[in-house]
């Protein structure tokens, strides 16, 4: 596996393929939705699905994947 782009990242993993879904987290009052980059399902998540960890890009995969997870 090639991983590189490495880095803490915060996360809601997509309920439809578990792929994790980051960048700009909406936050309340705000809609809670994020569109997943790798099903390209939109989803609406609740404060509790949040997660934080590190975080890689696998270019064999073309996918993001969880290395560690920290916390919610």
């Known amino acids: ?5 490495a880095g803490l990242l915060s996360y809601v ?3 439809e393929c578990g792929h994790p879904v980051g960048g700009r987290i909406p936050q ?5 939705k ?3 980059l790798h099903c390209k399902r939109t989803f609406a998540f609740e404060r509790a699905d949040l997660h934080r960890g590190l975080v890689s890009y696998d270019h064999e ?4 994947r969880v290395e560690n997870f920290m916390s919610h």
């Not at 995969?61 to 993001?64: F, M, P």
């Open 34 to 36: 994020l569109d997943c």
């Open 28 to 32: 309340e009052p705000e809609e809670l």
């Open 13 to 15: 993993p997509c309920p």
């Open 61 to 64: 995969a073309d996918r993001w």
């Open 1 to 5: 596996m090639v991983a590189t782009s």
